[in-house]
């Protein structure tokens, strides 16, 4: 049932509702934009900060109810909660032609429940997991009056001083894309028109993640076939999962920013892509083209950024004042701003706001999922499935739940709102929703164990002052479980780091605690890979555990006294010191490859460090052990279009049952242009009972073993290939094959 409310010019009603119900959605778009005046159509171009949240500089202080009621706005960011967005849209009701706003957030790792971080959830290699974390999120938001998140963010990240890293899937543009897909999916479910649908943003279009030196919003300068192969693949997997919108990003690319980049924008997203959403700018980048030195002032930075393609302004505040003199000028044509008019429209129209501009907002809907028990377990399954287990020699973990005397070292045990790292705001409040590393510990063992507690010391200043303590504490204990880290706002926007070594003298304090003697676990929780060699070469001992969420100590704990057994693998490379970034396993062949660590010998190597990293990518232990048969071959020698089959034969050969990732990896022997020493081509995870066996087989065609050329053609050479499946990037077992046209 169609309904307008308090809809004054009834006959755009009738244009809308009786005819046109049976009018396709672009029908409908063209009947509103021929009602639209100028000014309308570049109100609709227009977003700005809700005056409650900021998550950027804020421009000026515009009364934006009054330029909401004047139809000047188009779309808010963070406004949310129904009684709010309500508001808002009842002010949107009061202009001329009753074009209601979307309400856009950062719902990056859930709402109200929040989940792990992306970076964490890529963890698990799970894809239905992060797609059900995506579908809670948006069943959350969506009832909380938001229409649209800014996520998924897809950028590839090969540097952790970069803070952002946290946000996206890590390194690798085959998971990359997998996760692009499913969170895609699970933000927009079954589809627009539905209740619990949130329209996706994938960003930040492009190269973001690239950013010299790490630190954010830097330049980004690099050859257009990397740019083509690794960083736009998860675009265009979001694009083709769906995705309603995209965002634009805060860095030139090669001396273009992207905001003003029409080779981005204009000729693949829209045109090689035909991308049929809309580009919302990223907050403020339209008039930090000015900043950039590529605008000489706002009315410039809004002439290229319309012509380059991105159809909302967020809080420049660039379009509204300048679009209508840029069209008189000849300097930006109708047909510029009729295209992202109806690009937005569409997207009002495609999610039933035209229909109901209030169908976001039922409080009684929003109270049901606030307090949605069920979301909570969900979010704990994903952080369990998140952790990844480095290092356990001697089989120290998992413990005993019957361990007498638990010594609780570290400055996180007793930490609540870190568990839900950058990007969660404060949404989950309820801190007795939220336990600490200590009461999900003492919940677990009951009465059984006797737990001590010794804070040590802080996450960033030096001060030794708890050491005596802390060491006294472990002393008095069986087994000792350090939690140290970063604080949940050291990794995120803007917080690039130069160093990235476990922050203050928590390493130190490793040290001490070690030197006791008692058996040691450290657990790390962080938005980024961080470095800690010492701990890696000494410690047993080591569960990465990223940021988790609402649940995640309680999965920490599940993971410590084998409730679950940890099958998470690293989607980023962790470096052995900064001098190593960019560091990622699908780095290009050189001339002088070195042999092994210790060849320094006139090879690409440093001479003081390894080249090898401390972690490699798509690594991660299980308390049970798999093991992989050689690798058999369908055929080694093909044609064409035929189809490989590679398969392996995966064993548990521990004494728990247990998952684990199967990774493919290909090596193209020779082409017209270097290529990468391998590249992940798939993945299965797969569960396997304790002496159980599995046959793990994996589908080959050319599409695999196409790359950009030089001419940027996506196409496949005839040569050799190397095959290879195993557990991580670098513990495979090799196959080789040959293809001919
Ligand atoms: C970030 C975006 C985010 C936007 C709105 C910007 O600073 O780069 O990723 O969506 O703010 O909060």
Redesign the pocket.
Known sequence: MTKFFIYPVFFVCITITTKAQKKTIDQKVDSVLRLMTLDEKIGQMNQYNGPWAA??PLTGNDDIVTQIKQGKVGSM??VTGVARTKELQQLAMQTRLKIPLLFGQ?IIHGHRTIFPIPLGEAASWDLKAIELSARIAATEASAAGVHWT?AP?VDIGRDPRWGRVMEGAGEDPYLGSAIATARVKGFQGKGFGNIDALMA?A??FAAYGAAVGGRDYNSVDMSLRQLHEVYLPPFKAALDAGAATF?NS?NDLNGIPATGNSYLQRDILKGQWKFKGFVVS??GSVGEMINHGFSKDNKEAAMQAANAGSDMD?ESRSYLPHLAQLIKEGKVKMVVIDDAVKRILKKKFEMGLFDDPFKFSDEAREKAQWNNTTHLEVSKDMAKKSIVLLKNEKQILPLSKQTKKIALIGPLVKSIKDHLGFWSYDWDDDTARIPSLYDAIQTKLGGNSNLLYSKGCNIIDTSKAGFAEAVATAQQSDIVIMYVGEHRAMSG?AKSKSNIQLPGVQEELIKAIHATGKPVVVIIGAGRPLIFNWTANNVPAIVYSWWLGTKGAEAIADVLFADYNPSGKLPMTFPRTEGQIPVYYNYYKTGRPAANDSDVNYVSAYIDLPNSPQYVFGYGLSYTSFNYSEIELSKTSLKGNQTLTASVTVSNTGNYDGEEVVQLYLRDMVASVVRPVKELKGFQKIKLSKGERRKVSFTITPEELKFYNTDLKYSWEAGDFQVMIGGSSTDVKTGKVSWVK
């Open positions: 998550t950027g960011l963070n950062d800014f963010m943003c960003k930040h965002m805060f990223d907050w967020m926007e």
